[in-house]
């Protein structure tokens, strides 16, 4: 009787032991009183025990490794302190983890699926790079804004965002204002940043200036041999300058 008793008690502590482990708890270990049967199953308990144990620590400690492998990638895709959430999918994180970063505030929402890296305050490139990433392929900074990041007119920061899209594009997205166009501009890049070209940029902002403030920018545009003459004769808009009289400059012309 009293070994049966005994035998029931290692019995009960070994199946404690084990419910304990189905539990999580990975630092539980059962007592081995004896080289039979018992104690040959708490000694396999303990065993398995500690084989997950180093399993979850590697496990943990590879994904710490992979975490640190996929925000150096971040860090070296993102433009301005910007990326999109395809780029980020594109360096390895899930939407899980993507998510996750913002809530730790690793990354912030600037558009929806844009992201600004670090920190939420962006300068005026990396709100410019961030407009044209949320309107989406064939975008491209236009118009005043245009205009600024060519450096033909002063920055504006309170200024709205103007981006010009394809004509299909059916988005509003707050806080940028969306020109839809039949005449795809030419695209090109200043500072990492899709733009059209400054002739076109001065066109399309002619009716949002003052004729002070756009003929201004167009003696900027020329003096920085940002804007041809050929260039300037190309578009109706910009055309009419010389019809009221503007003559460029010999250093312009060069």
Not at 43 to 52: E, S
Not at 57 to 77: F, S, Y
Request: aromatic content about 4%; charged content about 25%; overall charge positive.
């Amino acid at each position: 009787w009293i070994g049966s008793q005994w035998i029931a008690r290692r019995v009960e502590a070994l199946a404690d032991a084990t419910r304990r482990l189905g539990a999580g708890d990975l630092d539980v270990r059962a007592e081995v009183t004896g080289g039979d049967e018992i104690g040959a199953l708490a000694r396999g308990l303990n065993g398995m025990a500690a084989r997950l144990g180093a399993m979850i620590v590697a496990e943990r400690e590879a994904r710490h490794t992979l975490a640190g492998r996929v925000d150096t990638l971040v860090a070296e895709r993102a433009v301005w302190g910007v990326i999109a959430s395809k780029e980020l999918r594109d360096c390895g994180m899930t939407y899980r983890m993507i998510e996750r970063r913002v809530h730790c505030g690793r990354l912030h929402r600037v558009h929806c699926g844009v992201y600004a890296v670090g920190h939420p305050h962006l300068t005026p490139e990396g709100r410019f790079l961030a407009a044209v990433k949320a309107c989406g392929a064939g975008s491209a900074i236009s118009h005043i804004s245009g205009d600024y990041l060519w450096a033909l007119l002063p920055w504006d920061i309170d200024a709205p965002i103007h981006v010009t899209v394809p004509a299909q594009h059916a988005r509003r997205i707050p806080g940028i204002v969306v020109h839809r166009t039949r005449r795809p501009p030419t695209i090109l890049r200043f500072d990492g940043i899709p733009v059209v070209t400054p002739a076109r940029a001065l066109a399309d902002s002619a009716a949002m200036l003052p004729a002070k403030t756009h003929r201004r920018a167009l003696r900027e545009a020329m003096a920085r041999k940002r804007l041809t003459l050929k260039e300037l004769l190309a578009e109706p808009k910009l055309r009419r300058y010389l019809a009221d009289g503007y003559t460029p400059t010999r250093s312009e012309l060069e």
